[in-house]
């Protein structure tokens, strides 16, 4: 299995999918996922693309350190495995957490990023918009919360594929505890105005974890931001409608690389 090894000794796991020649695409998870999340949506994104997916220190199959984390440590491993793929620049699109590393990239190291996909996401908790107050879930299914209602109801063994998919490659308690550390000590909200790449915004309606209403809320102050709505979907949009969400992500990929072509 491929590993890329940090200065610290943390090794990251990851895979490369579709053509060399496509331009690269990064996949960042969530807080907890790991590469098998994205299953059911690298094989439409790897066909024009070269994908790289990988877990996060703390995530699946890398190493879950027990140690201060802040949201430049997730953007620095990022970069780093650029660095050790040959890869000089690449879109991101992140997932929750991972569309915080994304953000912060954009913010950082601009010049490495062609473009950004926030999903289901926020700039920083402080003044994020919350949750839903009517989110209830039974406590012994809180996995619950990560779908639409409706979809949960109406496919069942959907979800418990997923549930026995993320079983495989358990976060310790430890590793979610720094994630959601170096998450409560960031905030981007001030620095919107700052980002300069291409951004798609993509949120489902019905997210329960991540109010709607931070997509609307990033995509009016992130400058040219395009704002996409998954009607019906939860937090995980795209385990419910992979066809749709994939289909809004490569169409606008296809315009970032079309426009930079027009400007080489």
């Known amino acids: 299995m491929p590993f890329l090894e940090r200065p610290d000794g943390c090794r990251l796991y990851y895979e490369l999918h579709g053509s060399p020649d496509g331009s690269a695409l990064v996949l960042l998870e969530g807080m907890g996922g790991d590469v098998p999340g994205w299953r059911r949506n690298v094989p439409h994104?790897?066909?024009?693309?070269?994908?790289?997916?990988?877990?996060?220190r703390g995530n699946g199959r890398s190493d879950q350190p027990d140690e201060p984390m802040t949201m430049s440590t997730f953007v620095e491993d990022t970069m780093a495995l650029l660095d050790g793929l040959g890869i000089e620049r690449a879109h991101l699109y992140g997932q929750s957490f991972g569309g915080m590393v994304g953000l912060e990239a954009a913010l950082t190291r601009s010049e490495r990023v062609r473009s950004i996909v926030l999903a289901a996401t926020h700039a920083g908790p402080s003044r994020a918009a919350r949750s839903r107050t009517d989110a209830k879930v039974p406590k012994d299914r809180p996995y619950l919360a990560l779908y639409s209602p409706a979809f949960?109801?109406?496919?069942?063994?959907?979800?418990?594929?997923?549930?026995?998919?993320?079983?495989q490659q358990p976060q310790s308690t430890s590793a979610g505890r720094r994630q959601w550390e170096a998450m409560q000590a960031w905030d981007a909200w001030d620095r919107l105005s700052q980002i300069n790449v291409p951004t798609l915004v993509l949120h489902g309606s019905d997210d329960l974890l991540v109010p709607v209403r931070n997509a609307q809320l990033l995509a009016a102050a992130i400058p040219g931001a395009e704002l996409a709505i998954l009607d019906g979907a939860g937090?995980?949009?795209?385990?419910?409608?992979?066809?749709?969400?994939?289909?809004?992500?490569?169409?606008?990929?296809?315009?970032?690389?079309?426009?930079?072509g027009r400007r080489a």
């Open 152 to 167: 949960a109801r109406a496919h069942p063994d959907h979800v418990a594929e997923d549930v026995l998919v993320g079983s």
């Open 45 to 56: 994104l790897s066909a024009p693309h070269r994908v790289v997916a990988y877990d996060f």
């Open 235 to 260: 937090h995980v949009y795209h385990s419910e409608q992979p066809e749709r969400a994939d289909r809004i992500v490569l169409d606008f990929l296809d315009r970032v690389d079309a426009a930079e």
